[in-house]
């Protein structure tokens, strides 16, 4: 069944600021450390970067440095289709809290759709380690 709902946040709290987390998810070169999901490497080549990952080389394209925490970045797949994935890093009580927002893809089920899901959770929970080790 083709998941057609409302998009799906995951998240976690990193007990760092907002402006440590921020500095380490902004910077590509850091992407092969959490993102398995996007990343066993990154390689910067005329001024873009690009990722291997399990789809084959990506570019990934962040939003221009900002102060309020928005770490969006788009991931062009080799066969040029393009995905847009909204990231905040936002305070937190206990520090920082990373939001992945996950927007259903027309054609891909709902069980895809969980899969990725469990994949972002698992990148957060490594960033999370990371950050905090």
């Known amino acids: 069944m083709e998941n057609t709902g409302a998009s799906r946040h995951v998240s ?13 998810v902004v910077d590509p070169r850091n992407l092969s ?3 398995s999901g996007l990343s066993s490497s ?16 990506v570019e990934v ?3 221009p440095r900002n102060e309020f925490g928005v770490l969006d970045h788009d991931v062009t797949l080799p066969s040029g ?3 847009a994935n909204p990231v905040r890093v936002i305070s937190h009580r206990d520090g920082a809290e990373v939001i992945f927002t996950m927007q259903p893809q027309q054609g891909v089920a709902a ?10 959770a698992s990148d ?5 380690a990371l950050l905090e080790a």
């Open 12 to 24: 976690v709290v990193i007990n760092r600021s907002v402006a440590d987390v921020y500095e380490f």
């Open 33 to 35: 450390e959490w993102a």
């Open 42 to 57: 990154t390689t910067l080549i005329d001024g873009r970067w690009f990722a291997d990952s399990p789809m084959g080389q």
């Open 61 to 63: 394209s962040f939003a």
């Open 81 to 83: 289709e393009v995905f």
């Open 111 to 120: 069980e895809a759709f969980d899969a990725d899901a469990a994949t972002v």
């Open 124 to 128: 957060l929970a490594t960033l999370k």
